[in-house]
């Protein structure tokens, strides 16, 4: 486990633990909130890696169109131009899109580039000196 993962599992268990020592309302809607950012921040990971696996996915089978195309012409005897060699490059279609192409990392959050477990850590610090101060 990453340093930072593990820092910021030790805080999520610290800010549960503090809640439930003396457990009342405002620190029980303060976790909940907590529940609510990291769930909201979970799902928006989860749509950007289906976006992400159906765009390879199209790509892939794009590919495999592509060598079964070539394949066949190769079987019933026929021979490949020159620029056929770059897989589709006699067929009329566009260039195989590269893995290099493939989306990435998902971009940093709107949060001015904070990762979400900085932006979560940052968070639970807030709220505890918020209720100890007893603002």
């Known amino acids: 486990m990453s340093k930072e993962k593990k820092e910021l599992e030790d805080a999520v268990m610290e800010e549960f633990e503090w809640a439930l020592q003396d457990p009342n309302t405002?620190?029980?809607r303060q976790l909940g909130e907590v529940v609510s950012i990291i769930t909201t921040k979970l799902t928006e990971a989860i749509s950007e890696l289906q976006v992400t696996t159906g765009q390879l996915r199209s790509q892939l089978e794009s590919l495999d169109s592509r060598v079964s195309s070539l394949s066949s012409r190769i079987a019933s005897g026929g021979t490949i131009s020159p620029g056929a060699a770059s897989l589709g490059g006699g067929m009329g279609d566009e260039p195989i899109p590269t893995m290099a192409k493939a989306?990435?990392?998902?971009?940093?959050?709107?949060?001015?580039?904070?990762?979400?477990?900085?932006?979560?850590?940052?968070?639970?610090a807030a709220r505890r000196r918020k209720t100890e101060t007893g603002d």
């Open 26 to 28: 405002e620190k029980i």
């Open 103 to 124: 989306p990435t990392a998902p971009p940093p959050s709107a949060g001015g580039g904070m990762s979400m477990m900085g932006e979560l850590k940052q968070l639970l």
